[in-house]
């Protein structure tokens, strides 16, 4: 799993050689931001279905649809989320990219999924997040740092 | 290969469930004691040769059979290849210490090696010996209760009690190796 330690550490084993000072900074300079990292991260733990149920609502706005399509519509974007609170706490795209990205161009386009509406919906939570009333100014930009790498590897 | 945190998103993955306040709190506690972890690490880093010379060295001597024509560690061929494992275990032990995780200490160092040493004939209770020792020695290095000059130099250091902690945890890898050989 990809994370700032393991990264870093993946270079030194190919080396053969110790954690040098440049790898301890690196790992300091990533633990530096994890305050910031993990109250976003707890934030959204905390809100995670109330966020998920906002977004599905924002996308499917009034018409009448399909309820069992919307349930999954908003198990999917649940899915994502929780991959990104993920992200946040490893302070890496390791999970996003293993477990959400790998492989998402494949099944999307063989079940002819509208990724149009998932990226609505991300972009729709990146908008509404308030500073300060949801989390602070430096969480918010982590949070919406990893949805911008999701709606990218959407669009 | 994981650490601290990737352990934490793992055991939350099999759940399906994000990762909450109450798991994040252990998550904190690591973070507040980066500067610590670090020091730890440079505690190793900076005597590497010093503590694998001076665990070999204090196997030699409690088994002198080992340099002698037939000893496992004669000639000096086979002492080198015991100094380069020592290291070789240390540099493991660094990085488990500075993920704040095993996992790379047993899949890239433990995984296999007891095997490869009965293979290669080396024996198995004079290894764990100088692991023993390299224990001790790292230990006492990063706590710096060890006899004389001062041994590192780090972010804490002159205060090596705030150690103590990721000492333990240090020489828990330690332990992880020794099991690995028993």
């Not at chain 1, 270079?11 to 300091?28: H, L």
């Not at chain 1, 099944?107 to 509208?114: A, D, K, T």
């Not at chain 1, 969480?139 to 590897?153: H, R, S, T, V």
Request: glycine share 8%.
């Amino acid at each position: 799993m990809k994370s700032a330690v393991t990264t870093v550490l993946t270079v030194a084993d190919a080396a053969g050689r110790f954690p040098s000072m440049s790898d301890i900074e690196a790992v300091k300079g990533s633990l530096d931001r994890a305050a910031a990292r993990m109250e976003a991260a707890e934030k959204l733990a905390a809100g995670i279905d109330k966020v998920t149920a906002d977004a599905v609502d924002a996308v499917y706005g009034k018409g009448s649809y399909d309820q069992a399509n919307k349930d999954k519509c908003s198990r999917d974007i649940h899915h994502y989320l929780r991959l990104i609170n993920y992200c946040l706490v490893t302070g890496g795209t390791g999970p996003l990219d293993e477990w959400g990205i790998a492989g998402m161009r494949e099944v999307i386009r063989v079940q002819v999924l509208p990724t149009a509406a998932y990226i609505e919906a991300f972009t729709h939570i990146r908008e509404r997040v308030c500073v300060p009333r949801d989390m602070s100014q430096q969480a918010a930009a982590e949070f919406k740092g990893l949805l911008d790498y999701l709606i990218n590897a959407l669009a | 290969m994981l650490d601290a945190f990737s352990r934490a998103v793992v055991s939350a993955d099999s759940k399906g469930v994000p990762i909450g306040t109450e798991d994040l709190a252990a998550l904190r506690q690591y973070v507040a004691d980066a500067n610590k972890r670090i020091d730890a690490t440079l505690a190793i880093t900076q005597n590497v040769s010093c503590i694998a010379a001076d665990a070999v060295a204090g196997m030699v001597c409690e088994n002198t059979g080992m340099t002698q024509p037939g000893g496992n560690c004669y000639p000096t061929r086979r002492m080198a290849a015991c100094l380069r494992d020592g290291e070789i275990i240390l540099r493991y032990v660094s990085y488990a210490l500075l993920a704040g995780d095993a996992s790379v200490l047993d899949d890239r160092c433990l995984n296999g090696l007891k095997e490869t040493y009965l293979a290669l004939g080396v024996p198995l209770s004079n290894a764990i010996r100088a692991v023993e020792i390299m224990k001790i020695a790292t230990v006492a290095i990063m706590t710096e209760t060890n006899t004389g000059r001062k041994m590192f130099e780090g972010i804490n250091s002159g205060s090596g009690a705030q150690c103590k902690e990721i000492a333990a945890e240090a020489a828990s890898y330690f332990d992880r190796v020794i099991s690995a050989l028993s």
